[in-house]
């Protein structure tokens, strides 16, 4: 089964899917806006693997000269996921901190009593 | 709100210097082995916002002033682009330490080496100023959100 | 009604992420790979150091890093700045 990696992809974006449509309570839609992200991310560096491949780093690699770049993992997925982890974490902290304000408003976490932009 | 019982003071208080020179270590050899500006801020942060939960934000607002994590971040990022502006003689973000032999110049042999920490020109000194950006705009964020919505005065 | 409607989206899109799984590119073998392969290449003798990650972070793309710092800046003073009360 070497298809783990995506299938994983896809798991996880399909049970963060799952908490963002069906669930009514700000945090848990918070939270699972962030399960997709990390299921984005892993789809992202598992695009980029090599068979047989190791890390992109010359410090003590266990190949020889010659090889090296031949069997190396490739690097340019793993520098943007990085940008990616930390553009998700600031969306993230966003969230949490406009659902405790609309709680302080409010008075209750229920995604269907935030109704004051309406009338 | 105050800090947590004395068992818990006394353990987190020996497990915050060997946090924050692991993440100094990651930071530093971030151009060696994985790891680099980010990653190693993360651990800063991660080690000051336990400090945060043990010890209460009192003593927390004590020990680190008042608007000295603000100041450090925003002159942190200002440093970056400085240091991006300076090798503005051939391009905009220009790499003009590698390879020159002054402050972090040696050159490296094509190949697996064991790794010289004084090798990778303007790359350290980013790591460095991103290190301290990431640190303290985290604890920043921890800060805000731990002490609530405060009193409205 | 509403019921109805978020079920039959949920359904159809993971029926869209599972055939996808099954027929994307095969695990291990990327197909495109000459900007990578001049990174691997040529990154350790021009910008010297042994990590290829950093330095395509720091040296060959650094205007998405320098928009990476710039948006966790932005987010840090929009929480400060939700959060007044808190931070006197």
Redesign the interface.
């Known amino acids: 089964m070497e298809l783990i990696p995506f299938l994983g992809a896809a798991l996880l974006f399909g049970i963060g899917l799952f908490a963002l449509v069906f669930k009514r309570n700000l945090i848990k839609i918070a939270m699972g806006l962030s399960i997709i992200d990390s299921g984005v991310n892993l789809f992202l560096i598992a695009l980029g693997y090599r068979s047989n491949g190791i890390a992109p780093i010359f410090t003590t690699a266990p190949v020889s000269n010659a090889q090296a770049a031949a069997t190396m993992v490739l690097p340019a997925p793993q520098a943007l996921t990085l940008t990616s982890i930390v553009i998700g974490l600031a969306v993230s902290a966003l969230m949490l901190s406009l659902a405790v304000l609309l709680f302080k408003h409010y008075g209750s976490a229920d995604a269907r009593k935030i109704r004051g932009l309406r009338e | 709100m105050s800090g947590l019982s004395k068992i818990v003071k006394n353990v987190a208080s020996v497990f915050i210097v060997p946090g924050l020179i692991f993440g100094a270590y990651v930071v530093a050899h971030?151009?060696?082995?994985?790891?680099?500006?980010?990653q190693g801020g993360t651990i800063i942060a991660t080690t000051l916002a336990l400090l945060l939960v043990a010890f209460g934000e009192k003593s927390f607002r004590k020990a680190i002033g008042k608007n000295a994590l603000?100041m450090l971040?925003s002159l942190a990022?200002f440093g970056?682009?400085g240091i991006?502006f300076l090798g503005l003689q051939s391009s905009?973000?220009n790499?003009f330490l590698?390879?020159s032999g002054s402050l972090f110049?040696?050159?490296?042999q094509?190949?697996?080496?064991?790794?010289n920490i004084n090798?990778?020109?303007?790359?350290p000194l980013?790591?460095f100023m991103?290190g301290i950006?990431?640190a303290s705009?985290?604890t920043?964020?921890v800060?805000?959100?731990y002490?609530?919505?405060?009193?409205?005065? | 009604m509403k019921q109805a409607i978020k079920l039959i989206f949920f359904l159809v899109f993971s029926l869209f992420l599972l055939a996808s799984v099954f027929t994307l590119r095969p695990f291990g073998a990327p197909k495109h790979h000459e900007m990578d392969s001049y990174f691997l290449e040529n990154g350790q003798r021009e910008t010297a150091s042994n990590n290829i990650v950093t330095s395509i972070v720091f040296d060959y793309r650094g205007l998405d890093t320098l928009g990476e710092a710039t948006v966790l800046f932005s987010a840090v003073s929009g929480v400060a700045l939700l959060f007044r009360g808190a931070l006197k």
């Open positions: 971030g151009h060696l082995t994985p790891g680099g500006g980010f603000a971040e990022l970056f682009i991006a905009f973000f790499n590698s390879n110049g040696q050159s490296v094509f190949g697996v080496n064991e790794g090798s990778a020109g303007v790359i980013m790591n991103v950006e990431v705009g985290l920043i964020i800060i805000a959100m002490s609530g919505w405060g009193e409205r005065k």
